[in-house]
T-cell receptor, first 115, second 112 residues
């Protein structure tokens, strides 16, 4: 079974500062994918960044980067230069290597960016 | 623009009245899936489809049906909705390999 743990129910950050959202995972699969999604209060689920288990480089997408530490089974999201619009719920998710490409989600971290 | 489109975005209906939530993607993805999101329970998979005419149950399939007659469409059918199906529903699509799974904007269903 796969499991995603996000230990920070809520985080606060000042505008323009960087913030790290924690995510640890557990799986017995050798091949898997790790995702981060943003869910604003309006409800949609917005894909941010993806890291494959065999990718050697950490993924980056604009202000988002994923700090992937395979041995520690962690996949932390780093948001640089936070903006007010970054205030949202953030979910870490994993897709295993089985025949069902189901995403297993963490419980989420509510990020609030203060002006 | 790559999109997963769900309709309707919001629906309030009554117990027992059949409804369909449509999902369409324009990325030629083989894989499509439905999730529901509930407070305290997170996101759970309802059904998935690996390709046309290939569907299978996820973790919470009871009370739902799906079909995949065309690659781009994957409707979710509630034959006899009940109040415990009140939820936020998401359709997702993805490539089998490395590409991430894209979500639609969600459908808020309230069943009275």
């Amino acid at each position: 079974a796969q499991k995603i743990t996000q230990t920070q129910p809520g985080m606060f950050v000042q505008e323009k500062e960087a913030v790290t959202l924690d995510c640890t995972y557990d799986t017995s699969d050798q091949s898997y994918g790790l995702f981060w999604y943003k869910q604003p209060s309006s409800g949609e689920m917005i894909f941010l960044i993806y890291q494959g288990s065999y990718d050697e480089q950490n993924a980056t997408e604009g202000r988002y980067s994923l700090n992937f530490q395979k041995a520690r089974k962690s996949a932390n999201l780093v948001i640089s230069a936070s903006q007010l619009g970054d205030s949202a719920m953030y979910f870490c998710a994993m897709r295993g290597g089985g025949s069902n490409y189901k995403l297993t989600f963490g419980k989420g971290t509510l990020l609030t960016v203060n002006p | 623009e790559a999109q997963v489109t769900q309709n309707p975005r919001y629906l309030i209906t009554v117990t027992g009245k059949k409804l369909t939530v449509t999902c369409s993607q324009n990325m030629n993805h083989e894989y499509m899936s439905w999730y529901r999101q509930d407070p305290g329970l997170g996101l759970r998979q309802i059904y998935y489809s690996m390709n046309v005419e290939v569907t299978d149950k996820g973790d919470v399939p009871e009370g739902y049906k799906v079909s995949r007659k065309e690659k781009r469409n994957f409707p979710l059918i509630l034959e006899s909705p009940s109040p415990n199906q009140t939820s936020l529903y998401f359709c997702a699509s993805g490539d089998r390999n490395r590409q991430p799974q894209h979500f639609g904007d969600g459908t808020r269903l309230s069943i009275l």
